[in-house]
């Protein structure tokens, strides 16, 4: 049997790919405003930020190696409802009801949005993104070229004008290191692990996970341990590009308090920031730049969520899902940016610890004698915890009577409360659903 080589090319440009699909809209904007916030307490909260924005996918990535495919096979201890149920939801979040959206917004906040310096008016905004999502559907129709339109063509542009901004960062500071907002001074590290959920990398590593394995296949690797050894390369370069930029854009906008105002997004903090050192010129190059990694992103999860929807509903087209996650995309996109992230963060407050148990799980569910048990015994009360949280930042009376019931569990006032009790339930399981080793 004759065993494939695959070129270092080609592996390069499937890292590359891996790189610019998480590099798109939340990974962008969420830097800069948590560094504007932060201050002087940057790097502690900018460490938070590293372990739920880039430690945290990587794991999803290796996760998704080890078990040779997505999100079906992270969630196959789970019952099956409640896993198809968990999977769509998912797949909806971090597509058309989210994370999707979320691209063509920042593309239009780094391009049209800032030449009319009021961000332009709805007439404007479903132009703009009725043309963003026209040309991310026409690329997604072709996934067997997603590596080489995205991580040959897309992806070495971005980094060119991201190293122009590195440079600008480091060598001309548009201000000093501030004082910490109220807010940072005492919860830095768990402020910044939160903010990090809003790139929404954990949820989407765990379904880029399959479009990596799916095209290293395009390029004729078929041996599983190929394959996964090839998706964890992607992921480490991925995790390596995305922490070098995270730690720039934290400190860009940390350093910005001379040109942005406080209360800014984090699109608005880049622009100005830029302005005076690189100019209109400058300017117009980042956002058209900036306007590619968001349309990486955008192809990217039309693409997986196309292809999962086919997988569980045959009867219609890949082609058909993708058209229909486009168009509702377009459609979210048009009630505006920080609209979008306001009633983003419950969904991502009840999601996320959910995940990153899910994540944690995978990696020891050999060791189980009785996986699908152990799962509930750790997802049940995690995934009522996490109810409770996001509820309450939505205000809702009920949720906010449970969590002031909830004030007494380790790290709760930072927003962390799910972590400890996980911990415990997790090594609960190992010890009182230990696989046996055979005589």
Known sequence: M????????????VGLMTFALFLGAGNLIFPPTLGQMAGDQLWVS??????????????????CAILGGGLGQITQHLPKSVALIFTITIYLAIGPLF????????????????????????????????????????????????????G??????????????????????????????AKMQDAAFSQGFIQGYQTMDTL??????????????????????????YTIYAGLMAAVGLSFIYLILGYLGATSGNVAEAGMNGAQI?????????????????????????LSTAIGLIV???????????????????????????IVANIGLNELLAITIPALLISYPVAICLIALSFIQHRFSNPQRAYLVV??????????????????????????????????????????????LIVFCLVFFHRQRPQ
């Open 2 to 13: 004759t065993v494939k080589v695959i070129k270092s090319s080609d592996i390069a440009a």
């Open 46 to 63: 900018m460490l938070g930020f590293l372990i739920t924005g880039v430690g945290l996918p990587l794991l999803g990535i290796t996760a």
């Open 99 to 150: 994370g999707t959206p979320r691209t063509g917004l920042v593309a239009y906040e780094f391009t049209l949005g800032a030449a009319l310096g009021d961000h332009g008016n709805h007439l404007t905004l479903g132009l703009f993104t009725a043309a963003f999502f026209g040309v991310s559907l026409w690329l997604a129709l072709y996934p067997g070229k997603l590596v080489d339109t995205i």
């Open 152 to 181: 040959k063509v897309i992806t070495p542009l971005l980094i060119l004008v991201l190293t122009a901004i590195s440079f600008v960062t480091i060598v001309f500071p548009q201000g000093e290191l501030a004082p910490a907002s």
């Open 204 to 229: 989407a590593a765990i379904v880029f996970g399959l479009v990596i394995i799916n095209a290293l296949r395009s390029k004729g690797i078929e041996k599983r341990s190929e394959l996964t050894r």
């Open 270 to 294: 880049i622009s100005a920031y830029i302005e005076p050192t690189l100019g209109t010129t400058g300017h117009w190059l980042l956002g058209i730049t900036m306007a590619l990694a968001c």
């Open 304 to 330: 997986a969520c196309g292809e999962y929807f086919e997988e569980i509903a045959p009867r219609f087209s890949y082609r058909f899902y993708a058209v229909c996650f486009a168009v509702l995309s377009a």
């Open 379 to 424: 997802l049940i009360p995690i995934t009522l915890l996490s109810f409770v949280d996001g509820l309450s930042h939505a205000k809702l009376n009920w949720a906010l009577g449970l969590q002031k019931e909830l004030q007494h569990l380790p790290l709760q006032a930072e927003g962390l409360g799910w972590v400890v009790p996980a911990a415990i």
